[in-house]
């Protein structure tokens, strides 16, 4: 695959008034129901805690796995998704932009009345979720999504021509002859023309409708562009076409892309700066190049060894990732990638969740288990129907059965006849952390362990 490489909006250039949005302390909870009542009982913590900047003219790829949250993230920058906490704020002058930020670090109960007005007045003139009339109009123009299934995200029953033309419709850009002069001069653009007009979507191959999805997207001028996995759907030569196709609209137009994807070999290609999403929240965020030259968080680096077309000349002798990405209704604290990190530590955040996936794969003793009790995030106690298993896990945890660093981070560990409790050592939440300009990561090493750097 043949992808041209970005040669503009590298981040060097960009100036802080450069910026398009500002994405601050999000967060996307959805919460879990139970029972007849419908009550609550939890929530699912899509996103939780990211902050970035998206600066014009630049492509910005958001990484991760399945279930990392980065499509709910885009969802909520395109304003298709009312976020739960924190918000994307629009069009601020860089002094509202530092207000804001010294606004969002006072802590909500320290914060005085006067404080907790202008806060709600700039979100109300610049966060997404908030914006009504004439600036969410303004907002809708200049930030579009392409979706990655073009199939059911184009209406059937409709003509390519009345696809395109809506966006112009419904703005009142233009009508009558205006108009079809505006969707062919579109699809042009896309490498397209008058010929495909009358034409219904299934008429057209997967890049074709992706080119359509790109037409339509473009049609009243945006700045910002949302492209959820564009090309994932599509066959490798076509990803390549449509790629270059983004590139050279790009450069011609000036966009900004947020380009959400799993696949680090299109990113590499199209981005100027890459953020790394792990359950719900941002592992690592650098420069492309430096990204891939030094990634500083074992996450990272196990995605740059699961990916072939990265990884036959990257230096991380990584082992592939192991194991799913854990339940977002109850993520691992501390750091949450640990439960599938090769390199743990006793300070990344284990937990009594931990001792029990552990034991899920011993089957003899898991089924002897017959209740979990947590006192609080780092202890509790674990009760068997017989003694005999509360002390072969007790002596399993004293052993090299378990992980080192979940052994190291055992505080107490005593039986009770049936049951055993278990305190671990306290731990804070691993938080993101300088690793040289404009990149940063959330790991409890300074920079990748010898055994992953070779
Ligand atoms: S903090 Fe770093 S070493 Fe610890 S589990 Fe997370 S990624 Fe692994």
Not at 330 to 352: D, I, K, N, S
Not at 370 to 387: H, P, Y
């Amino acid at each position: 695959m043949t992808i041209s490489t970005r040669t503009t909006g590298s981040i060097e250039a960009a100036t802080p008034g450069d910026i398009v949005l500002s994405v601050r302390d999000l967060q996307k909870h959805f919460p879990i129901k139970e029972g007849a009542l419908q009550r609550v009982v939890g929530s699912v913590k899509a996103v939780d805690g990211v902050n970035f900047d998206l600066r014009r003219g630049e492509t910005l790829g958001l990484v991760g796995e399945s279930g990392c949250g980065k499509t709910t993230l885009g969802r909520c920058v395109s304003g298709l998704t009312e976020p739960t906490g924190g918000g994307v704020f629009f069009d601020l002058s860089q002094n509202e932009r530092d207000r804001i930020d010294a606004l969002l670090a006072i802590p909500e109960e320290g914060q005085s009345e006067e404080q907790r007005a202008e806060l709600e007045e700039m979100a109300r003139l610049h966060r997404v979720d908030q914006l009504e009339g004439e600036r969410w109009k303004r907002y809708r123009r200049n930030c579009q999504v392409v979706f990655q299934d073009s199939f059911s995200s184009l209406n059937p029953r409709q003509f390519i021509k009345d696809i395109v033309g809506r966006p112009l419709r419904i703005h009142r850009e233009a009508s009558g002859g205006e108009l079809t002069d505006r969707v062919v001069a579109l699809l042009e653009q896309v490498g397209l023309g008058s010929q495909h007009l009358y034409r219904y979507p299934h008429q057209f191959s997967g890049g074709q409708r992706q080119r359509i999805s790109i037409a339509r997207a473009l049609a009243l001028d945006p700045e910002l562009v949302v492209l959820d996995e564009p090309t994932s759907a599509l066959d490798v030569s076509v990803q390549a076409q449509i790629l270059n196709l983004l590139h050279e609209l790009q450069q011609e137009l000036g966009l900004t892309y947020l380009f959400i994807t799993h696949d680090l070999s299109i990113v590499r290609h199209m981005a100027d700066r890459i953020v790394v999403m792990y359950l719900g929240k941002v592992a690592e965020a650098a420069p492309t190049n430096e990204l891939f030259e030094r990634p500083n968080h074992p996450y990272t680096a196990a995605l740059l060894a699961a990916s072939p077309d990265v990884s036959d000349d990257s230096d991380v002798p990584m082992p592939p990732l192991e194991g799913s990405v854990p339940d977002p209704a109850r993520p691992p604290q501390g750091c949450r990638f640990h439960t599938r990190c090769p390199v743990a530590t006793p300070a990344c955040g284990w937990e009594l969740d931990d001792v029990v996936r552990w034991l899920q794969d011993e089957e003899g003793v898991f089924d002897r288990l017959k209740g979990v009790e947590r006192t609080d995030e780092f202890g509790g106690s674990l009760e068997f129907a017989d003694e005999d298993s509360a002390n072969l896990l007790a002596d399993a945890l004293r052993s090299d059965r378990v992980p080192v660093a979940m052994r190291e981070a055992i505080d107490q560990l005593h039986v009770n006849e049936r049951v055993v409790e278990i305190r671990f050592h306290p731990v804070t939440e691993v938080t993101l952390t300088s690793r040289g300009p404009g990149h940063e990561a959330a790991c409890v090493y300074e920079a990748l362990p010898n055994e992953l750097t070779g």
